[in-house]
């Protein structure tokens, strides 16, 4: 309950910036949950499906590599899958597999954008806190107030400051994490859009 305490007590003293601080971590961590588990969704088992596709393209069973994509339906399957379909031409797979990769790479980069624009905002907010709080403080000096007067002005600067700070990092972190994330599916994809397309060559 201290712990609790002290935190109000520091929510409190940082002024009215806190409040969209506040709404910017419960925005960026209500982001990251959300996008944890649709990246987990969409990499499901996908070590055993990309062993599973190599192995059957490479041995010529097509119709097993559709089958794999019909079980375990992720995005990098339905990319798949979308390729095999059009199997009767390398060009129009390869048209396939990128027509396909865009569409799946927009619904992986969802809201990603929201957290690159609180990592700009959050620090500007904390920097609003700081002028507030140093106007207050210039206030209080005007009017002959004494030193905890002072203090609490100076006081409300460096604490929207530094929440301003965290909110931005935490948000800086959770975006590195899925962009890189991103960058490794798609990479992982495309050597396996390869794969394929090279296995229809051979036929």
């Not at 390869?94 to 619904?107: I, L």
């Not at 905002?121 to 806190?129: S, V």
């Amino acid at each position: 309950m201290e712990g609790f305490s002290y935190f109000l007590h520091l929510f409190h003293s940082g002024g009215i910036v806190m409040y969209p601080l506040l709404a910017l971590s419960l925005f960026t961590v209500a982001i990251a949950i959300e996008r944890f588990c649709y990246f987990k969704a969409n990499r499901k088992n996908s070590k055993k499906f990309f062993v599973g596709i190599d192995h059957a393209v490479k041995s010529q069973q097509w119709e097993v590599a559709e089958q794999f994509c019909q079980k375990f339906p992720t995005a990098i399957s339905r990319i798949i899958s979308s390729g095999l379909q059009h199997g009767d031409n390398e060009k129009n797979m390869k048209d396939a597999f990128e027509e396909q990769m865009t569409v799946e790479s927009v619904g992986f980069r969802r809201y990603l954008d929201y957290l690159s624009a609180t990592v700009t905002i959050a620090p500007l907010l904390g920097l609003l806190g700081t002028v507030t709080g140093m106007i207050n403080t210039f206030s209080v000096l005007d009017n002959g107030a004494g030193a905890s007067a002072i203090t609490g002005g100076v006081g409300e600067a460096l604490v929207a400051t530094a929440s301003g700070l965290c909110v931005a990092i935490i948000a800086f972190c959770v975006y590195t994490y899925f962009d890189h994330q991103l960058d490794t599916i798609v990479t992982d994809t495309e050597k396996l859009c390869v794969t394929v397309t090279n296995a229809r060559k051979i036929k």
